[in-house]
T-cell receptor
Framework: KNEVEQSPQNLTAQEGEFITINCSYSVGISALHWLQQHPGGGIVSLFM???GKKKHGRLIATINIQEKHSSLHITASHPRDSAVYIC?????????FGQGTRLTINP | KAGVTQTPRYLIKTRGQQVTLSCSPISGHRSVSWYQQTPGQGLQFLFE???????NKGNFPGRFSGRQFSNSRSEMNVSTLELGDSALYLCASSLDVTGGYYEQYFGPGTRLTVT
């Protein structure tokens, strides 16, 4: 079993829909990261959180430390949100990544 | 501030050769991490350097090595290249903030193809 599991692996939705991507991890963490990767490879850090909830624009990330679970939500999704979203747990100066969720938003 | 830069962006090598990739972190960042991304294995941690010292290493063979210079720039080297080393190699820099967690800023990556 991977240390970090994401679901779903692929997600296709219509523009405007509310999107949720889930991430579960098996052991304790210092922090949980959400990353976005567009075609071409560039990775952007969206959130880094160790408790509670963070919001940036239409993106919201939550974490439940007791349940070892985090979610990334996108409100009012847009085709430009199409990308691979990756969660990663942090411990001891290194990140362990989930396999990613490929999100496609159709106009 | 300029972002993380990596050179070269694309590289084609032959099996058995060696390769050196370079990463320049954001000014003021002293931690540099390297990652390998392949379609089969996804993103995997290679190693992390801070103030010229390797602090952590992933599960990769000794053919993969790295170093960091006094200006925080980092290089990684892969010797005796194998076909399976074909991948996107990403570096990321961060401030080493006390408290145990820190945001990482990724470079654009070097896409290595081994033939």
């Amino acid at each position: 079993k991977n240390e970090v599991e994401q679901s779903p692996q692929n997600l296709t939705a219509q523009e405007g829909e509310f999107i949720t991507i889930n991430c579960s991890y098996s052991v304790g963490i210092s922090a949980l990261h959400w990353l976005q990767q567009h075609p071409g490879g560039g990775i952007v850090s969206l959130f880094m959180l160790s408790s509670g909830k963070k919001k940036h624009g239409r993106l919201i990330a939550t974490i439940n430390i007791q349940e070892k679970h985090s979610s990334l939500h996108i409100t009012a999704s847009h085709p430009r949100d199409s990308a691979v979203y990756i969660c990663a747990k942090q411990g001891a100066q290194k990140l362990v990544f989930g396999q990613g969720t490929r999100l496609t938003i159709n106009p | 501030k300029a972002g993380v830069t990596q050179t070269p962006r694309y590289l084609i090598k032959t099996r058995g050769q060696q390769v050196t990739l370079s990463c320049s972190p954001i000014s003021g960042h002293r931690s540099v991490s390297w990652y390998q991304q392949t379609p089969g294995q996804g993103l995997q941690f290679l190693f992390e350097y801070f103030s010229e010292t390797q602090r952590n290493k992933g599960n990769f063979p000794g053919r993969f090595s790295g170093r960091q210079f006094s200006n925080s720039r980092s290089e990684m080297n892969v010797s005796t290249l194998e076909l399976g080393d074909s991948a996107l190699y990403l570096c990321a820099s961060s401030l080493d903030v006390t408290g145990g967690y820190y945001e990482q800023y990724f470079g654009p990556g070097t896409r290595l193809t081994v033939t």
